[in-house]
Structures are given as structure tokens and as C-alpha cells.
């Protein structure tokens, strides 16, 4: 993916435009529509996996179908994300210079506009995908150096000393990211103001020949954003936790943004990203310049589709199966009278749950113990992702793990030692699990109403080790037990977890 122009792309409100994937076209203007599923897509069934087919209108019955003009995939083939992925990686390591394999994100924009938040939903992402990533705050490096007691007039544009106090934590921060480059890491968001094209002129040169700049710009022009954005940012905030007077915090930080609004001045330098109104999650306009190789792509891609509506998304492995009884790896079997039990349960639960909620929908997979735990749940659209299908054990498929300990030694034990990175004979690995499921992470952050999971434990450890932030090498051993809904809160504030257990 190369733009050596500047791009606009158009996001269209996405409650008024459905779109199965974004597309850019190749002039240096182009639009991508993101948007969520319609109610009108209620009982429909869609295939969505590595390789899925398209959402397409038929004529005949004014409904949505799927175009199955896919080639021959068989069903348990590996599936082709994780080649790719490591393939592009690997050429732009190999053909770009020196300095573009270490990248560095410059967040730039005026207090309250979602710098942060933004910042940290890429780190998440950029890790989880297997990118050493790591999230570089210039506020707390000032804090550190200077304290918490700077008001309003600290952050002027005519103070000398601020000026000067603020750039000089601002290179500290942005040394200390270089380092740990050079130490291996690859991605740093470095996340501030950077409010002047002086400031970025001189982080520029710090990179010079080290890494390769992005600037993130976010800007946003809705003032009820803007002012709830504002009060969270005072209760939250470090900087105002000695500050016992809510107004007069709100005061003092609203000066703050007046200093900076000031002496802003726009991105046009560079390569840069531009977010304008996205925060909102109602549309809004993407701005690309010289953006160019496959993780400045996928980041672009990932910007694009997020948005930050708060909604629940709920987790759950499938009833009981019959191979759970007899302790065996993978298949297609039924669900156990237990898993009958609990199919109903939770139809029951997501019905008082999702009760007040105008829309949802239920993911399944194409695996029948998936498929008979959602059958009771009614009045949702409901869509089969082949991506959210259970790990592919192989060779091993069916066999318990005694079997493979006694007819397989070498692969029982490989598996033990490394379980992230093991991939089953003619099967997958978790790291395969991932790759297949970043089409699912990116239809859950575009969603704007809540979504329900039914599908198994190695596909939920992974999606749960996405929101929860966890380092790739817990996943294979994050708890996710049967018969329990794991409710994920997904909003401004972040990410908030409960549980619910709903049978032993």
C-alpha cells in the first residue's frame, strides 16, 4: 500500500451506509464507507472467515446474500492470514531502508481530541497482531521531571521557560523511545500535543536515520465531544488529583486548551495520518500523506474502521460438547445435555441482558456445538464466521491427549514447551488463530450496537487477550471457562470486565 499524495477519505455515517469492506480506490482521492450490519439483516446466516464471501444485494429477493465464488477453500485448509502477513513484514523489512523498520507514531492534536485513548487502542492492536509495540506519554515524563502542581500558564505559547521545560521532556521521551528501538522494539507511539511545527520539526531531527515518522493527527469539531471529553479528563488526570475544586480544575484546564489553541498549528509536513471528527463515530474524513508499506497500511485500516460507542460485547465458549465429555480435541460433535442446559440459560441471560438495547448481534461459528448454544437466543440477526471456528488440531483431531502422549511423544512434548507458537500437524498454531482473527477485531470495533460470541476456548483466549491487553505468551493459558459469559464494556474510559457464571 503506497499514497505519495495526500488522500481524503470520506467516512460516511455508518448507520446510513453498509458496506462488507472498506475500498480504496487508486487515485489520490478516494473514499472508504465503514458501517455495522442493519436490523434488516435479522435470521441471516453469513460465512465470514480467511477468504469470506461478500456480502452482495440479490435482485430477486431484495435481500442480502453471499457471492460463493470463492475457488475451492476446503474447510479445514490452512488458512492463508499468517503467510501473508509474515510475508509482507518480512519484505518491508528486507526492501525498505534502514530506519522504516522501526516506526514511530506522533500523536498531534489540542487536549480533549482523543489523543490518548487513541493511542492506546493502536498499542493494543499493534501488539496483539505480534508488533513490539510501546506507548510513550510525554505528560508523564513531565510529570516525573516537573511534578503535578503546572497551571494553565506553564502551557502558554509567550512563556520562554514553559516552552523550553516542554520541549526538553518531550526529547527525553522521544530519546528514550529511540533506545529501546535500537533494543528491538518496533513500533512506539509517542503520544502529546506536539502542537507547533517547531516541536515537530525537532523530533524529526531526533529520528533522523533511526526511525521512520508518522504524525497522527486527531481533530474534532463537535463542542459536546469536546466538553465531555474536558470534565473526564479532570477527574481522570494525574495532574489534577490534588485538586479537590471539580471548577476550579475545569477552569484552570480549559485555560490550558485555550494556550494551546493559540499557538496550534496543523500537520502539512511529512507523512501523516489526519483524523477529523472520528471520534464521534458517526462518519467523519481521513486524511493520508505519504503513507507507504504494509504496517502503515494495516494502521490506516485499523483508524479507519474503530470508533468509540460504548456498547458490551459477551464472550462465551459453546455448551458442553460431547467431545468435552470424552475429553476430546477439536471435531464437529453435538453439544451434551449439559450444553442444553446451558444453551437456554444463556438465551435467557442475553434476552434480560440486551432487553433495553434497540440492536445486536450473534456470532457464532460454523461448528455445530456452536451453532445448537446460540439456537435458543431469538429476535437478533445471527452470523456464522468460519474465522471464529476452534483451532485446528490436525492430525490430532479427535484424539485425547493421552493418545497424543503415547502416539506422538515428540509433537505432545513440542506442544508443551510452546504452546503460542506449536502448530498442530497439517493444523494451526495459536499464532495462526490470531492472524485468522483479526477480520473478526476489526467488525467488533466498527460495531456500534452489542455482539454476542459463541465460540471456543482457544478463539476466546485470543480475543479476550485483544481486549484485555495481554501479552501474546499468556494467551494459550488465559482461563476461559464453560458455561461462563465474559461481558466486555467497551467505551471512552477504556475497557471494563465482568463475568458471569451461569452453571458449574
Not at 253 to 259: G, H, M, P, T, V
Not at 356 to 363: K, M, T
Not at 435 to 443: A, H, K
Amino acid at each position: 500500500m503506497v499514497f505519495t499524495q495526500e488522500m481524503v477519505v470520506a467516512i460516511p455515517d455508518p448507520t446510513k451506509v453498509y458496506a462488507s469492506t472498506p475500498v480504496m480506490e487508486t487515485k489520490s482521492v478516494a473514499t472508504i464507507s465503514s458501517s455495522q450490519r442493519q436490523e434488516s439483516l435479522k435470521g441471516l446466516f453469513v460465512d465470514r472467515g480467511v477468504g469470506s464471501p461478500r456480502l452482495v444485494k440479490s435482485a430477486s429477493a431484495g435481500t442480502l446474500a453471499t457471492d460463493m465464488n470463492l475457488g475451492s477453500e476446503r474447510k479445514n485448509a490452512m488458512p492463508a492470514a499468517a503467510g501473508a502477513v509474515a510475508a509482507a513484514a518480512v519484505a518491508d523489512q528486507m526492501l525498505g531502508p534502514k530506519e522504516d523498520r522501526h516506526l514511530a507514531i506522533v500523536l498531534v492534536g489540542l487536549p480533549a481530541r482523543g489523543k490518548t485513548f487513541t493511542a492506546a487502542k493502536l498499542t493494543r492492536y499493534l501488539r496483539w497482531l505480534g508488533h513490539d509495540t510501546k506507548h510513550f506519554n510525554v505528560g508523564k515524563y513531565r510529570r516525573l521531571k516537573l511534578g503535578t502542581n503546572q497551571c494553565a500558564d506553564f502551557f502558554r505559547g509567550d512563556n520562554p521557560e514553559g516552552i523550553e521545560a516542554r520541549n526538553e521532556v518531550a526529547a527525553l521521551a522521544m530519546e528514550d523511545m529511540i533506545s529501546w528501538m535500537q533494543e528491538g522494539g518496533q513500533v512506539g507511539i509517542f503520544d502529546a500535543t506536539n502542537s507547533t511545527r517547531e516541536r515537530r520539526t525537532m523530533l524529526m531531527k531526533l529520528a533522523e536515520g533511526k526511525c521512520k515518522i508518522i504524525f497522527l493527527e486527531t481533530l474534532c469539531n463537535d463542542e459536546s465531544i469536546i466538553e465531555r471529553n474536558i470534565r473526564l479528563k479532570v477527574q481522570q488526570s494525574p495532574d489534577y488529583e490534588e485538586q479537590l475544586d471539580f471548577e476550579a480544575g475545569y477552569r484552570d484546564f480549559k485555560s490550558r486548551l485555550d494556550n494551546y489553541a493559540k499557538v496550534y498549528e496543523p500537520v502539512e509536513e511529512g507523512s501523516y495520518i489526519k483524523m477529523i471528527d472520528m471520534i464521534s463515530g458517526h462518519g467523519g474524513q481521513i486524511q493520508i500523506n505519504n503513507i507507504s508499506g504494509y504496517l502503515p497500511g494495516r494502521i490506516v485500516f485499523f483508524l479507519v474502521n474503530t470508533q468509540l460507542t460504548p456498547r458490551p460485547i459477551l464472550l462465551t465458549r459453546h455448551g458442553e460438547s460431547q467431545y468435552n465429555v470424552r475429553a476430546r480435541i477439536g471435531g464437529d460433535s453435538a453439544i451434551s445435555d449439559s450444553g442444553k442446559l446451558y444453551a437456554k440459560k444463556l438465551a435467557n441471560f442475553v434476552e434480560k441482558r440486551l432487553k433495553s438495547e434497540r440492536a445486536a448481534s450473534i456470532w457464532t461459528s460454523t461448528l455445530q456445538r456452536s451453532i445448537l448454544t446460540a439456537n435458543h437466543i431469538v429476535g437478533f440477526p445471527k452470523v456464522q464466521w468460519r474465522a471464529l471456528d476452534e483451532i485446528n488440531a490436525g492430525v490430532c483431531d479427535g484424539m485425547t491427549y493421552e493418545e497424543v502422549k503415547r502416539n506422538m511423544p515428540e509433537e505432545y512434548e513440542s506442544r508443551k514447551k510452546d504452546k503460542l507458537r506449536y502448530r498442530y500437524p497439517r493444523g494451526e498454531s495459536y499464532l495462526d488463530v490470531i492472524q485468522r482473527l483479526e477480520p473478526v477485531i476489526i467488525e467488533l470495533e466498527r460495531q456500534r450496537a452489542p455482539v454476542v460470541v459463541v465460540s471456543h476456548q482457544a478463539v476466546l483466549r485470543a480475543l479476550y487477550a485483544y481486549f484485555a491487553d495481554r501479552p501474546l505468551h499468556e494467551i494459550p493459558n488465559i482461563e476461559v471457562p464453560l458455561h461462563t459469559i465474559i461481558e466486555i464494556q467497551m467505551g471512552v474510559t477504556g475497557v471494563q470486565e465482568k463475568r458471569y457464571k451461569l452453571m458449574d
